[in-house]
């Protein structure tokens, strides 16, 4: 059964038949329902169309590689939503990939600048590229990238936000945290996983993934086998941090997992609390900037660097935002 989605540079027909799927993109209604019928009579008798490669569309290209590429990453479930959100609002998504140019890719990247910050539009363009490369070297649907002929936007400056004193506390006490006491609800769960980042510098989806097995108290350290560059490293724990993981072992009876909480509902989570205090601009992953910032006064460079899995230390200036008074005040 043939598919029609409006767009407004017409409509979107897609034909899923015996295996095969195709999808192109035509003025009227009409057109895009007279080519499917005629393709999916053409595909129960076996004439060649998409299905050839090199006629494959650039959704079809954006579908095989969530299929086939993005199961590999770290990143998987994020990059899923990227890549169909990509199959759903490009206009030329219906069209041959080898006949994409780099002028709709640049009239697309200017439309997305006016809706979404550079470095979304950035990281948009990174994956869509990724997306035309395997499919010219591997795949030989294209000839060629369009999107490495377009210039991406800048990365903008680096985010300066740090945690205040008083920002932390009012999170605290409105997820419902309290010290020494082991955490019963999602929400105290995520108090947990805020301090814990904040003691560790690790990034949200590494800590709500920890399990017992992973998490060595007595010798100090957790093991993250997946992290966001692909290495696995040893994340070493403060006294702190020792004590927190360990009432959340304590209340994680009957699981290996640490945590119930996961990365989704924390973000929703995280941006519902922070918009009732009317904190703003505060992002779950500044905790990575507090923490980074903090332990550079107790750890030399190439630790810190290990401890936060940065390959190269200069990374660690993205993250590194003590301000000119706390540098000041070790001076004296």
């Known amino acids: 059964m043939a598919s029609f989605r409006k767009r407004s540079g017409g409509w979107r027909a897609e034909v899923v038949k015996r295996g095969v799927r195709e999808s192109q993109t035509f003025p009227t209604k009409a057109q895009a329902q007279a080519w499917a019928t005629q393709r999916e009579a053409e595909i129960l008798a076996g004439v060649p169309g998409h299905s050839a490669g090199v006629s494959s569309s650039l959704s079809d290209a954006l579908k095989r590689y969530k299929e086939e590429v993005s199961p590999?990453?770290?990143?998987?479930?994020?990059?899923?939503?990227?890549?169909?959100?990509?199959?759903?609002?490009?206009e030329f998504a219906g069209e041959r990939i080898g006949d994409v140019t780099a002028d709709q890719i640049a009239e697309w990247r200017d439309a997305r600048l006016k809706k979404v910050a550079s470095p979304t539009v950035r990281r948009e363009m990174t994956l869509l590229s990724s997306v035309f490369e395997i499919a010219k070297r591997e795949w030989r649907w294209?000839?060629?990238n369009p999107v490495r002929e377009v210039k991406r936007p800048s990365n903008g400056r680096p985010r300066d936000r740090r945690i205040q004193p008083d920002e932390e506390q009012k999170l605290l006490a409105r997820l419902g945290y309290i010290e020494g006491v082991k955490p019963e609800t999602l929400q105290q769960e995520l108090a947990y996983a805020f301090l814990i980042a904040i003691e560790t510098a690790m990034r949200q989806g590494e800590i709500l993934g920890?399990?017992?097995?992973?998490?060595?108290?007595?010798?100090?350290?957790?093991?993250?086998?997946?992290?966001?560059?692909?290495?696995?490293?040893?994340?070493?724990?403060?006294?702190?941090?020792?004590?927190?993981?360990?009432?959340?072992?304590d209340a994680a009876t009957g699981r290996q997992?640490?945590?119930?909480?996961?990365?989704?509902?924390?973000?929703?989570?995280?941006?519902?609390?922070?918009?009732?205090?009317?904190?703003?601009?505060?992002?779950?992953?500044?905790?990575?900037?507090?923490a980074t910032t903090r332990l550079a006064r107790k750890l030399d460079v190439l630790d810190l660097a290990r401890m936060t899995g940065h390959r190269d230390p200069r990374s660690l200036m993205v993250y590194y935002n003590a301000t000119a008074t706390e540098v000041a005040g070790r001076l004296d």
């Open 72 to 90: 590999t990453k770290a990143g998987k479930r994020w990059e899923e939503v990227r890549l169909d959100k990509l199959d759903n609002d490009l």
């Open 142 to 144: 294209c000839k060629t």
């Open 210 to 249: 920890l399990t017992k097995a992973t998490t060595h108290l007595a010798k100090r350290y957790v093991r993250l086998e997946a992290t966001k560059n692909g290495d696995s490293r040893n994340v070493p724990l403060s006294k702190r941090a020792v004590e927190l993981l360990q009432l959340l072992i």
């Open 257 to 290: 997992e640490l945590f119930r909480l996961k990365s989704a509902s924390a973000d929703a989570m995280f941006r519902k609390v922070r918009n009732e205090l009317e904190i703003v601009d505060l992002h779950f992953h500044d905790t990575r900037h507090e």
